[in-house]
């Protein structure tokens, strides 16, 4: 009998109470059986049940100490399981943000590339644009280059024919000068002629004397004057001169000359009387 309660106490109590509680109800049931069977209905009367208290006894520590391992080891599992969710968590955000990244890289690089062709496009563009810009430059300076020959070349023409018309001017200046001289020295020599035939000198004339009349005329060749501006010193000679002037005029010869000519040459001329062929 020892044995056997010490047996049941080795199990820290808790068979023991089971037994007990077992054994009270047992006892209760056997009453209310008993009760059952003998009471009468008309003497029956309600028995107050009597108030059972059960008494919880500490837990075995063995068992509490396999209760608190199991809870250890479930908490651990449990750690486990929330370790590897905050593991799986983080490398799926590793991985999101990985991909984040790499997505990022790529829209980067894709960003990049657009930029780059677009800098070598702009690139492009801008030679060409040089490049056409050059283009209509060298063909404004070779289109400024033929304007400016064919300037020069029209100028040169220009000169040429300037030249031209400028020798023909003093070519026919010159001719003109020397017709004009010509006419004049012929008009001069007529007029000489004919004074000196209307001439008739003095005896008292002799080598060395020398009278100058200013005589003026019209176009006509009509004598307006006889001016003596130098006197030889010997009236008889400067009558005779100056008569010798009256009875040649008029000069017909200058009618025929240029208005020009009359004027710069004619309309007022010096005659010259000298006595040159007289011996003595």
Known sequence: MNNTFDNVVIYNGYPLSIVVAVGIHSVILGVLLYLQMNHQPEAMELVQPTVIKALFIDENPQV???????????????QQRQERERQRAAEAAAE??????????????????????????????????????????????????????????????????????QEAAEAAQAEAARTEFE???????????????NWSRPPSARNGMRVILQIRMLPTGELVDATITQSSGDPAFDRAAESAVYKAAPFRELASLPISVFNANFRSLSLIFEPGDLLN
Not at 64 to 78: C, D, G, P, S, Y
Not at 183 to 197: D, P, Y
């Open 183 to 197: 006419l004049v020295q012929s008009a001069i020599g007529l007029i000489q002629q004919v004074v000196e035939e």
């Open 64 to 78: 509490k100490n396999q209760q608190n391992a199991e809870r250890q080891r479930l908490e651990r599992i449990e």
């Open 96 to 165: 999101a943000k990985r991909q984040a990244e790499a997505e990022a890289q790529r829209k980067a690089a894709e960003e990049a590339q657009r930029r780059r062709e677009q800098a070598v496009l702009a690139e492009r563009q801008k030679a060409e644009q040089l490049q056409q810009e050059q283009e209509r430059r060298n063909a404004a300076e070779r289109q400024r280059q033929r304007e400016l020959a064919e300037a020069e070349r029209v100028r040169q023409q220009q000169a040429a024919e300037q030249q031209r018309r």
